[in-house]
């Protein structure tokens, strides 16, 4: 099968490439961003978009992220994204995802997203070698102990303390991010509640938390940490009306696109909410996939290299919430303005 390809302009990316199948309907497009840091790293999404537009909106925003992400990790790895419309059959997606690796030649290193599993990015590294490594724990523990790490540093720049002990947090989505949080903050002496689904009970009690429909439901009087590691949008205006009732200190979490829209922010900063830069705080799961492509393909978690590295998300937010105290701004355009320090 032939690949038709078509380099599409976009200012300020480095190369935004369509491919096409017509007979299997494969449809992909791979945004690079920026290398200046290195070689462009990030998820391929394999996903039923409505449109053309919708796929290149999604591609464009997401592979830009990532060029944030890498850089505030610290990261030799610059940004980009790959998204392929999912009425293409897996089979064909192997084959003709794994030429469009090879075509862009290793300026761009995927590895999975929605609608990817490992066996998956299996099939493409038999095929192509610009896939990340299959081996070792899934990237979740690693973004979840970032996760964990960086409520340590909001301690240390809030209060001087490293200890979660005592703290109250409410965590929304109990996956493989949500669950192993939830363990990290508990082995610390935190109290928590955690929001999901009514099939996710069970599980969530057997473990010892409690499980609420809603987090409106809390027993919580103060929350220290609200933790949305589910969907993205989940601090929108129900979330700001739940605040009037229930004082929320801190908003740090595992989920993406976290904001509902950029007006919300304001509002939580209005209201003395700090709100921790969802791509600087989940961070794990890429720094763990990127160890893994250039130093050892089985990392974990917890081994010397991968631990300073996600120590090393605690220090940037600390640096974030410092730069936002001396100018009176909002995270976001702190997180920002350090991320392009590091690839400008």
Known sequence: M?????????????????????????????AIHNTKRGPALGGCRY?????HDDQLNDVLKLSKAMTYKNSLANLSFGGGKATVNARVSKDHFHELFSQVLNVLDGTYLTAGDIGIIDHDLIELKKLSPHVCSTKGTDSGQSTAYGVFKAMIGFQEFKQNSSSLEGKKILIKGYGKVGARLASFCKNSGATIEVVDFESQQPLIEQNGFKFLNHYSDTTFDHIDFFSPCATGGDINQDFLNFTNSVRVDCILGAANNQLADSEIEKRLFELDITYCPDYCVNAGGVIILALRSSIKEDMEFNDKDANEKLIGIKEQLKKILQLSKEKKQITSISSNELAERGFQ
């Open 2 to 30: 032939t690949l038709k390809l078509s380099d599409l302009k976009y200012p300020d990316y480095e190369r935004v490439l369509l491919a096409e199948e017509d007979k299997t309907g494969f449809h992909s497009i791979t």
């Open 47 to 51: 996903f039923s978009y409505n449109s």
